[in-house]
């Protein structure tokens, strides 16, 4: 069921624009999925970044137009629009009408780009060791999660690659956001507890190292031609650069 969820009905479900049956199904849904929870804190949280990123322009938006428009329609077919609904159709005609210009798009792709890393670090702060010390250190089971990995995201990983001073590879797995494709390769440090390289496909070209910090984990991420990438955890960010340069050379080698 969770692959038929689309993000408007998640939005509805925010919205509280669902019957009983209809929330009860998507309630059984999120205890059994947590990256259906993911979805739906990325969606709470979507409302937010417009009164930001369109403050200067919000005279701008042709909101009475809009409205006027909508109140031609009669009422059985004009939409019930939230204020989330409302903002994003609002903001998409601003983005349409005014900022359709490379600023925009490269503020845009730099966006989407740190979502991916919000979104990872919104699954990472879940970990304890516990999640991870059970799991059999089988290179035999570690190879056939990366042949995963690779077939998806246009990799050729090996364990050997992998390795990390101190730090166990523990499992290697694919997530997925919106149809995006995330892989997940999880470590567990005896010092500082879990952490994960991660990587999606991406298109903004290379980039250099630059760090982050998010529910109190450290973040170091870096792109290439076809991937971004990224090593969190809960270890000095100085210690994640080193490992993250280290597994840069060799991935790229």
Same mark, same amino acid.
């Given at each position: ?68 428009? *909508? &109140?031609? =329609? +009669?009422?059985?077919?004009?939409? %019930?629009? $939230?204020?989330? !609904? ?5 903001? @998409? #005609? ?37 999640? *991870? &010390?059970? =799991? +059999?250190?089988?290179?035999?089971? %570690?190879? $056939?999660?990366? !042949? ?5 995201? @246009? #990799? ?21 956001y919106d149809g995006v494709p995330i892989a997940q390769i999880t470590y567990l440090d005896p010092v500082h507890g879990p952490m994960a390289l991660c990587v999606t496909l991406s298109?903004?070209? $290379? ?8 529910? @109190? ?37």
């Amino acid at each position: 069921m969770n692959a038929k969820l689309s993000d408007e009905q998640l939005v509805a479900y925010l919205d509280n624009q669902l019957d009983t049956e209809q929330r009860q199904r998507i309630d059984a849904a999120i205890a059994e999925d947590p990256m259906l929870g993911l979805r739906l804190q990325w969606l709470n949280r979507s409302s937010l970044p417009f009164k930001d990123a369109y403050k200067d322009l919000s005279r701008q938006a042709p909101v009475d137009r809009l409205q006027a428009m *909508l &109140d031609t =329609l +009669p009422s059985p077919a004009r939409p %019930q629009l $939230s204020r989330r !609904r409302f903002l994003a159709v609002a903001a @998409g #005609l601003v983005v349409s009408g005014v900022l359709a210009d490379r600023l925009f798009l490269g503020w845009q792709a730099s966006q989407e780009d740190s979502n991916w890393r919000g979104l990872v670090a919104d699954y990472m702060v879940l970990y304890v060791p516990q999640t *991870l &010390d059970h =799991l +059999p250190n089988d290179e035999a089971a %570690q190879q $056939s999660q990366l !042949r995963t990995i690779d077939t998806l995201l @246009g #990799l050729n990983l090996k364990p050997a690659q992998l390795t990390l001073p101190r730090a166990e590879f523990k499992r290697a797995q694919i997530l997925e956001y919106d149809g995006v494709p995330i892989a997940q390769i999880t470590y567990l440090d005896p010092v500082h507890g879990p952490m994960a390289l991660c990587v999606t496909l991406s298109d903004t070209g $290379s980039r250099h190292f630059a760090r982050e910090r998010r529910h @109190g984990m450290n973040i170091v991420h870096w792109a290439d031609m076809q991937h971004a990438w990224m090593l969190i955890g809960h270890n000095p960010v100085t210690e994640l650069e080193a490992m993250a340069k280290t597994l840069r050379g060799r991935l790229s080698a």
